[in-house]
Nanobody
Framework: QVQLVESGGGLVQAGGSLTLSCAASGSSSSINVRGWYRQAPGMKRELVAV???????NYAASVKGRFTISRDNAKNTVYLQMSSLKPEDTAVYYCNAVGSNLQVWGQGTLVTVSS
């Protein structure tokens, strides 16, 4: 039904900025919550940020003040604006979508922050 495609990953210098996008296609009308997760080398996958259809937002403590999640419901797209990037932010970033009777994950996009 629903497919998620991330884009915007790449190589960026420490202190720089990058914006990720995740577009949903298919039967996305039932999606309520969308989020971003990441998995760094040798680490567990962790929550980065989530946003509900009503605009409620939560961030991981490690990214508060640096990352901003937003959502364009008309375009079925969620964004993650990242600034003041650190080498510790290097990870594969995954988006997901949760709604009634569904949970979908994207394929992931690699973000590499160099020092």
């Amino acid at each position: 039904q629903v497919q998620l495609v991330e884009s915007g990953g790449g190589l960026v210098q420490a202190g720089g900025s990058l914006t990720l996008s995740c577009a949903a296609s298919g039967s996305s009308s039932s999606i309520n919550v969308r989020g971003w997760y990441r998995q760094a080398p040798g680490m567990k996958r962790e929550l980065v940020a989530v946003i509900s259809s009503g605009g409620s937002i939560n961030y991981a403590a490690s990214v508060k003040g640096r990352f901003t999640i937003s959502r364009d419901n008309a375009k079925n797209t969620v964004y993650l604006q990242m600034s003041s990037l650190k080498p510790e932010d290097t990870a594969v970033y995954y988006c997901n979508a949760v709604g009634s009777n569904l949970q979908v994950w994207g394929q992931g996009t690699l973000v590499t922050v160099s020092s």
